[in-house]
């Protein structure tokens, strides 16, 4: 009986089972669920900076290495017109270039330089600057960096051009003399917004000098004042309202001129200064201004900061001083100036100034020499191809800024 029971227990179960498992007839099929396929999270977008400099790197890339050796240089106009000596160039008496010729046309395709600066023998009236601007951009491959010395007071080739109608200021020292740095704003935008106007694109002030040495014979009422602090508050402030007007300010004469008791038109520059000495002073305008600027650097040798006289614009010790230089566009002073002239060959000065940290080589004292001796320093591998275009980056990157490459 027992064994009976069992059985009939074991049979319901078997049972109850089938029925759980079983189908019904109007029971639909389960869809068959595919497998959940594995998607790579999408890359994060780039930002403008990253798009940037990606087509900023594409676009040297396709450079040839001429064209990037041509962008180093800014020079005078007259230097594109290669009938006339480096004597007439230079004369600052002599007639000017002031049209684009087809000669000059095909000197910049030679010598794809970089930028234009022009000069009171290069100014004729507000209708010639204009014009003369807009031909040398139309004429180079790549926009051009169009400069010129206006400081406001003795060192402005416009203002005190009597063809021209514009503001005149006293000097430096006279707007330094009132403390306030929105003076000096008001005096960089008044500058930068005709400057855009003739179509220039990059002003070689604000003079960021510390006047300390009343015997200077270059500098004086040029800088904003005989204190660092206030020389350097205007020389920011100048260097902003120049910029507000899409013009490239240029501090200069690093590592500071008012110290000296030379002009580097004529002679070597001195500063006896040590490093520590400089920072406290000669080198706070230069760290004052927080946007986009140049630095250019003088003919001005500090022998107890390097232990010799070689000129700052020469030494990588005293150009790696210059607050962020890395990411700051460098420039020589005139290598035209008696203080290398005098010492360098044109194509020494050149490539010593590019193995010393500068960017732009400034109105070389024979373009195709120093262009030469460049490209020769690269294809031997004096200067590396790396270092060339380290450069050339920091030359277009500013060039998408004020030139709009």
């Not at 684009?100 to 095909?106: E, G, K, L, P």
């Not at 206006?150 to 020292?173: K, M, Q, V």
């Not at 008791?261 to 004529?266: C, F, L, R, V």
């Not at 650097?297 to 700052?312: L, R």
Request: contains cysteine; hydrophobic residues 40%; charged residues 20%.
């Amino acid at each position: 009986m027992k064994k009976n029971l069992i059985a009939l227990f074991a049979l319901t179960l078997c049972l109850l089972l089938f029925a759980c498992g079983e189908k019904k007839a109007d029971e639909p099929d389960a869809p068959d669920v595919p497998d959940t396929p594995t998607v790579d999270p999408a890359p994060p977008e780039k930002t403008p900076e990253e798009w940037n400099e990606e087509r900023l790197n594409a676009r040297i890339a396709e450079m040839t290495l001429e064209e990037k050796v041509g962008q180093l240089f800014i020079v005078r106009p007259d230097a594109l017109d290669l009938s006339l000596s480096q004597e007439t160039i230079n004369d600052a008496k002599a007639d000017g270039v002031t049209t684009v010729t087809n000669d000059m046309r095909r000197a910049l395709q030679q010598y794809p330089v970089g930028g234009i600066c022009q000069f009171g023998k290069n100014i004729e009236s507000p209708s010639q600057l204009a014009r003369f601007n807009k031909e040398l951009q139309d004429a180079s491959a790549t926009p051009l960096f169009i400069a010129v010395d206006e400081e406001g007071g003795l060192i402005a080739r416009l203002a005190n051009n009597d063809a021209f109608t514009l503001p005149r200021y006293a000097s430096a020292a006279a707007v330094g003399a009132s403390g306030d740095p929105e003076d000096a704003r008001a005096m960089g935008q008044t500058i930068g917004a005709y400057l855009k106007e003739y179509g220039f694109t990059m002003d070689f002030a604000p003079d960021a000098d510390v006047n300390t040495n009343p015997d200077n014979p270059i500098i004086g009422t040029r800088a904003f004042s005989s204190d660092a602090g206030t020389a350097a508050a205007m020389a920011a402030a100048m260097a902003d309202g120049l910029r507000q007007n899409g013009i490239l300010p240029t501090l200069k004469h690093f590592p500071g001129h008012g110290d000296t008791a030379e002009d580097s038109h004529t002679a070597l520059a001195v500063t006896y200064k040590t490093q520590e000495e400089l920072a406290s002073c000669e080198l706070l305008p230069f760290g004052a201004d927080t946007g986009l600027h140049a630095v250019m650097v003088g003919h001005i040798a500090a022998p107890n900061v390097t232990g010799s006289d070689t000129p700052a614009t020469l030494s990588p010790q005293l150009v790696a001083m210059i607050p962020n230089a890395e990411d700051t566009l460098i420039i020589t002073d005139s290598l035209a100036m008696d203080a290398i002239a005098d010492a360098y060959t044109p194509g020494e000065a050149a490539v010593l100034a590019l193995q010393a940290g500068c960017d732009v080589l400034l109105m070389p004292n024979s373009l195709s020499e120093a262009y030469a001796a460049v490209l020769e320093a690269v294809q031997n591998g004096t200067i590396t191809q790396e270092r060339l275009d380290q450069s050339v980056n920091k030359i277009l990157r500013y060039k998408e800024v004020f030139t709009h490459v």
